[in-house]
């Protein structure tokens, strides 16, 4: 699971041209949107395609979205149930 | 205001001419369908295509065979020749401006040919054909009007809505004697894809303002109005008049509109004021309405804000057309004269279920008197437009610009021309905010707000912005990125930078600037157009203070066109930004 976070954290990192940031920076648990890390629904569409891209999840609703990219955890777990590559 | 409708012109998905797009929307037949002429891997997503190949319009227009010439072109000059004819004027010794609306101009072309033109030198020529202006130049030199001046507006999905107010003020302040305003869009892979990674194409019919709306289907197609000042007008049912209209910015988000629909009222509140009309002087709204999940909520909050209780009938027709984009503004305006010369309303196409955050639209109405009709357009950016067509003229509007000596003064200005000067893009962007924007934008942002700074106003009145080729970067990374990947996996931020009013809506969301927001497009001209415009809204009392923004910029492979070409290298980046006042 540990792996994975860092995995994620570089590619959301690469995803959404966060150039000046380093995985640590961006905590596991913390909000992604709004108040945490400031990301707005561009970015959760970026986070769509870097699902797809990379794991094989299709997300068919933006607003799916939602509940899936509240934290880097929450993605983690998504992932690790869901992937299908 | 006695600017009144002369003629008019319409292609689009349910016929290609007004006669037949009047039957489609009294036979409620809509032409949204199975892709037929858009080559592109989506053939699962369903689109409202004009019924016409390039070589059936070519046809149409008697052009050769093997000319090459982007949709936008061969539907513009269709529907524009169909105005000039229906508005039978004698434009003899008369001072003629074509004012046409388009994002996507020649792209359909260009698309095709993109990777070819790396290396072949025969295809440059398609280069000089890609951009707005040059699109409206064609439509304009097809449709037999070769002498008009041509200016073409980009504000996404409004263009062609702010292509007729633009005419209107011309009109009124007396440097032109006839106006044909209106819009074109052909369908492209690039806007087809584009819209679809920001997911909100539906896959099925669109139905807006139904609670099961899904998205926007795509569609295409181009229309004109003839404008004329009568000096002795009278009500008239065949040829209506421009009653008022209002042009302002949501000033909330790139791609998505606000929840209470605030540019969207204020577009409408200006509109009713301007024509001196009351809401329940209104009887029908033509929407905006795409079927998206957020534009409908936001529209109908905008409209509950204007009308209350007295709501009067309301429909999308893009239903029939789908969504035209930047022709949709002028084949609404169009839908909207046919339903008030016929006395019905058209049916809001699609909808069958009740959202409590919607408006009830109207299923259809036959036999209605509509005196004053609005047809709303909104773009990205939050450029919302809103038109009020009636039957009567309401009296000259003051003759304001005769009666006005004052002069205008230029009291900011500031300009970058060398990618070195990027560097200090700190001074007013974040890092969260630089991670997604090109040069350019970085550019105008840079010199936009180091002018109003100098002239100490944080809040413009209003935004004006030319560029002649708008976000060349971003739009050539997504092209990249669509031939590279095959349609599939493509990056939504490279397609919502790549508009060419992202720059000036930037600007708006960035000084919180409700007010007037326009972008020209028209080649080496697009500077001249919009300084003529800031110098009309001062002179006219719409505003006290502009900001005029002049932005373009190039890139490698740009650059090594125009050096194939044996044309100036364009620089890599210009961008000028002043600041206009009354004296």
């Not at chain 2, 951009?131 to 200016?151: F, H, M, N, Q, W």
């Not at chain 2, 493509?490 to 960035?510: C, D, E, V, W, Y």
Request: aromatic share 6%; charged share 25%.
């Amino acid at each position: 699971m540990e792996e994975l976070i860092l995995q994620l954290k570089n590619q959301i990192i690469e995803a959404l041209n966060l150039e000046e940031m380093e995985p640590e920076e961006i905590e596991t648990d913390a909000p992604l949107f709004g108040n945490g890390l400031g990301l707005d629904s561009i970015d959760a569409l970026e986070l769509i395609v870097l699902l797809e891209k990379n794991y094989g999840i299709k997300l068919k609703n933006p607003a799916e979205g939602k509940e899936i990219f509240k934290s880097v955890a929450c993605i983690a777990e998504y992932v690790q149930q869901n992937r299908t590559k | 205001m006695n600017i009144q409708i002369k003629g008019l012109g319409i292609i689009c998905a349910i016929g290609n001419d007004a006669p037949s797009v009047l039957a489609s929307l009294k036979a409620k037949k809509s032409g949204v369908g199975p892709m037929q002429y858009l080559q592109s891997k989506h053939n699962e997503l369903p689109v409202g295509e004009v019924k016409l190949s390039d070589d059936e319009m070519k046809k149409m227009l008697g052009v050769e065979p093997d000319a090459i010439i982007s949709r936008t072109t061969l539907m513009g000059a269709i529907s524009l020749r169909q105005a000039v004819e229906d508005a039978k004027l004698d434009l003899t010794g008369k001072r003629v401006a074509v004012i046409s609306g388009t994002t996507v101009g020649g792209m359909d072309i260009t698309e095709r040919y993109f990777q070819q033109m790396k290396e072949d030198n025969t295809l440059l020529s398609i280069l000089e054909k890609h951009d707005c202006g040059a699109s409206t130049r064609d439509i304009a030199d097809l449709a037999g009007l070769k002498d008009a001046e041509v200016i073409t507006i980009s504000t996404a999905c409004s263009s062609a809505v702010n292509s007729i107010i633009l005419g209107s003020e011309m009109l009124n302040a007396g440097e032109v004697d006839v106006v044909f305003a209106g819009g074109a869009e052909g369908l492209s892979k690039f806007h087809l894809n584009g819209f679809n990674t920001l997911m909100i194409l539906d896959q099925e019919q669109c139905r807006p303002f139904d609670k099961t709306r899904a998205g926007l289907n795509l569609g295409e197609g181009a229309a004109f109005v003839a404008l004329e000042k009568n000096l002795n007008p009278q009500p008239s049912t065949l040829n209506p008049f421009i009653g008022g209209y209002g042009n302002r910015c949501d000033a909330f988000h790139q791609t998505a509109s606000s929840e209470d629909g605030e540019g969207a009222y204020l577009a409408m509140t200006d509109a009713l004021e301007m024509a001196g009309l009351n809401p329940e002087d209104i009887q029908y709204i033509n929407a905006h309405g795409t079927g998206t999940p957020n534009n409908d909520p936001s529209e109908s909050a905008a409209i509950r804000r204007v009308f209350g209780d007295k709501q009067p009938y309301v429909s999308s027709t893009k239903g029939f057309t789908g969504h035209t984009t930047s022709a949709s503004g002028s084949i609404e305006t169009v839908i909207s004269i046919l339903a008030m010369q016929n006395d019905f309303v058209p049916a809001s196409y699609g909808w069958k279920e009740q959202d409590e955050a919607c408006i009830t639209p109207s299923l259809g109405e036959e036999n209605v008197k509509l005196d004053n009709v609005i047809c709303n357009s909104f773009g990205f950016g939050g450029n919302d437009s809103s038109l009020i067509i009636s039957k009567k003229h309401k009296g000259d509007l003051p003759e304001t610009l005769n009666s006005f000596a004052q002069n205008i003064r230029e009291i900011s200005s500031n300009v970058i021309d060398d990618l070195e000067q990027l560097k200090d893009f700190k001074e007013f962007i974040s890092p969260m905010e630089a991670r997604r924007m090109g040069k350019l934008m970085k550019a105008a942002t840079l010199t936009s707000m180091r002018a109003l700074k100098e002239a100490g106003i944080e809040c413009p009145d209003a935004i004006i912005t030319a560029t002649a080729n708008g976000m060349l970067e971003f739009t050539e990374k997504f092209l990249e990125d669509i031939d590279a990947n095959g349609e599939e996996l493509l990056k939504p931020t490279l397609f919502m930078q790549s508009t060419h009013n992202t720059l000036g809506s930037a600007i708006a969301i960035r000084t919180k600037c409700h007010g007037y927001n326009i972008t020209y497009s028209q080649g080496a001209d697009s500077f001249e157009i919009a300084m003529r415009d800031a110098e009309r809204l001062i002179k006219t009392g719409k505003a006290n203070n502009v900001l005029v923004g002049y932005h373009d910029e190039s890139t490698p492979l740009f650059q090594s066109f125009a050096e194939r070409l044996g044309k100036p290298v364009p620089p890599m980046i210009y961008s000028k930004s002043v600041v206009l006042t009354k004296e």
